[in-house]
């Protein structure tokens, strides 16, 4: 049994940072594309960032030059540091990792992110 599991939501003042945390618990993580969605109440999850197992990044155009994307494959761990914070960020915020050799995915039970204006 895979378990992915989100850590370090909270609330913050607009400006301000936040670093999450996924750790996956079994050996796929290194072989894993690991990828953070976000969902608002009311609108559709959407993709925020993502780390290829060759530590390749994508961004979503509305957090580029924020948030940064990085992995410890010792840890299995990856982590999403999220500054300059904005209130429009506010969401929870979920940890997708998706073991492409066997077309499957796995999700963490997200942490929520709220920040005040």
């Known amino acids: 049994q895979v378990q992915v599991v989100e850590s370090g939501g909270g609330l913050v003042q607009s400006g301000g940072s936040l670093r999450l945390s996924c750790t996956v618990s079994?050996?796929?993580?290194?072989?894993?594309?690991i990828n953070w969605y976000r969902q608002a109440p009311g609108k559709q999850r959407e993709l925020v960032a993502a780390i290829t197992g060759n530590s390749d990044t994508d961004y979503a155009d509305s957090v580029k030059g924020r948030f940064t994307i990085s992995r410890d494959n010792a840890e299995k761990t990856v982590y999403l540091q999220m500054n300059n914070l904005k209130p429009e960020d506010t969401a929870v915020y979920y940890c997708?990792?998706?073991?492409?050799?066997?077309?499957?995915?796995?999700w963490g039970q997200g942490t929520q992110v709220t920040v005040s204006s």
């Open positions: 079994r050996s796929i993580f290194s072989a894993s594309t």
């Open positions: 997708n990792a998706h073991l492409g050799i066997i077309g499957k995915d796995f």
